[in-house]
């Protein structure tokens, strides 16, 4: 209503001005009659003044009525949006509680289809390693059962090698055990024929035996006595005694006497006073005219410790010449001394 009002009042100043205007700008007829236009629009407009001050109160009651009106509907408005908005969040809340509802659900029946499936890997993978494990045990079994078994075949075949090896060596022993024996016997038979053959040639020349003979003879069992002699040995001793070759040759050979005894003798006695190696000690005793046979006889009866024999020549040398320590070695080696036994007694006298 305010807003017609305030239209119709400018229509009417718009009148009494465009009328008043064309009062002056016509002829006299038509001024008088815009003038009368011009007032009829002016009063229209103190009309409208006048309804507007009439009017003013019951608008301002219609106003005041119309916005508590407003106010009420706005309020309703306001109260009806918040519940459409607590409505609204309260749905958007529900599908969003059952959204994360499904999403639970979801990530859930997710997770345990992922838990199903790495079950089922482990499950796989503890059957696939249980597998390997079995067929890793089956292998290994199966290569210790081959090795017990090659071992075993390894074993057998070794024990028939040695035994056949014992065998040849026990029947390579008695054939030379045998043979010894038979050596032996030979050598005994023979020994025995010659003392029976020197004995009756000694029984036979006893009836020409001369005095010069039985003094040889006595002369020589004098020094067998106290002293070890070689045949020879003991010849050539007479004979610096001033025998003559053949009575000393019968004195020696009129008496008993075991050379193979003389030789252990002999050996010894060397032994009481100087050291030798074996080979050495054996060369000695031929030096000295016992035959090879009844020298190695002599050495080899004897209880020697060969690596104290040389210990004992290393330090005789050392103690009246000078020697480096392989030059010492070399001459023990070359006294039939061991390489082996050569060094041993080099270490032990320091050198």
Request: hydrophobic letters at 35%; proline letters at 0%.
């Amino acid at each position: 209503m305010e807003t017609f009002l305030i239209t119709l009042t400018l229509v009417a100043l718009a009148g009494v001005g465009v009328f008043f205007v064309l009062a002056f700008v016509k002829g006299k007829r038509i001024r008088l009659r815009n003038f009368l236009k011009s007032g009829g629009c002016l009063f229209a407009l103190l009309v409208i003044a006048l309804m507007g001050a009439c009017e003013e109160p019951a608008a301002q009651e219609d106003a005041a009525a119309a916005s508590a009106e407003a106010e009420d509907h706005e309020a309703e408005e306001k109260a009806k949006q918040e519940e459409d908005k607590k409505a609204e969040e309260q749905a958007q809340k529900e599908l969003e509680e059952q959204e994360a509802k499904e999403q639970a659900k979801k990530e859930e029946e997710e997770k345990a289809k992922i838990e199903e499936e790495e079950r089922k890997a482990k499950e796989e993978e503890d059957r696939k390693a249980k597998e390997e494990e079995e067929r890793k045990a089956k292998e290994e079994e199966e290569r210790k059962a081959k090795e017990e078994e090659e071992r075993k075949a390894k074993e057998e075949e070794e024990r028939k090698a040695k035994e056949e090896e014992e065998r040849k060596a026990k029947e390579e022993e008695e054939r030379k055990a045998k043979e010894e024996e038979e050596r032996k016997a030979k050598e005994e038979e023979e020994r025995k024929a010659k003392e029976e053959e020197e004995r009756i040639a000694k029984e036979a020349e006893k009836a020409s035996v001369t005095v010069s003979q039985e003094q040889a003879a006595d002369k020589a069992q004098d020094y067998l006595r106290y002293m070890a002699f070689s045949k020879s040995g003991l010849i050539d001793q007479l004979e610096y005694e001033g025998f003559s070759k053949a009575d000393a040759t019968y004195g020696v050979e009129s008496i008993a006497v075991d050379w193979r005894e003389q030789a252990v003798i002999k050996a010894q006695d060397y032994l009481d006073y100087m050291a030798f190696s074996k080979s050495g000690l054996i060369d000695q005793l031929e030096y000295e005219g016992f035959s090879k046979a009844d020298a190695t006889y002599g050495v080899e009866s004897i209880t020697v410790d060969w690596r104290e024999q040389a210990v004992n020549k290393a330090q005789d040398y050392l103690d009246y010449t000078s020697f480096s320590r392989q030059g010492l070695i070399d001459q023990l080696i070359y006294e039939g001394f061991s390489k082996e036994h050569a060094t041993y007694a080099v270490d032990q006298v320091g050198l």
